[in-house]
């Protein structure tokens, strides 16, 4: 059974930092990139940051660059994203997203953390 479980999230006041978690399962971890999504209310789902299946490579939105950073641990099956000088346009659901190297197709998602920024 796939699963990602997404934690780490919380209220911040701005300036603060967070850091995500998102433990997987259920799948070979290090065959897939993995990816952070985030959707405000009333705004579509946007890609924050992703990171290949071997950690070599990663981009960003141009939102968050310099500010946020993703990272993986192949040996836990775990990726974070680690988020400083938060900003209140950050607040959103934050997802985590699995797609498969040879197979795009191939996709997963957890079902969210709720990050909050505010004084």
């Known amino acids: 059974q796939v699963q990602l479980m997404e934690s780490g999230g919380g209220l911040v006041q701005p300036g603060g930092s967070l850091r995500l978690s998102c433990a997987a399962s259920?799948?070979?971890?290090?065959?897939?990139?993995m990816s952070w999504y985030r959707q405000a209310p009333g705004k579509e789902r946007e890609l924050v940051a992703t990171?290949?299946?071997?950690?070599?490579?990663?981009n960003y939105a141009d939102s968050v660059k310099g500010r946020f950073t993703i990272s993986r641990d192949n040996g836990k099956n775990t990726v974070f994203l680690l988020m400083n000088s938060l900003k209140p346009e950050d607040t959103a659901l934050y997802y985590c997203?699995?797609?498969?190297?040879?197979?795009?197709?191939?996709?997963?998602w957890g079902q969210g953390t709720q990050v909050t920024v505010s004084s």
């Open positions: 997203n699995a797609r498969n190297l040879y197979m795009p197709e191939i996709t997963y």
């Open positions: 259920g799948f070979t971890f290090s065959m897939y990139a």
């Open positions: 990171i290949t299946s071997a950690g070599g490579s990663t």
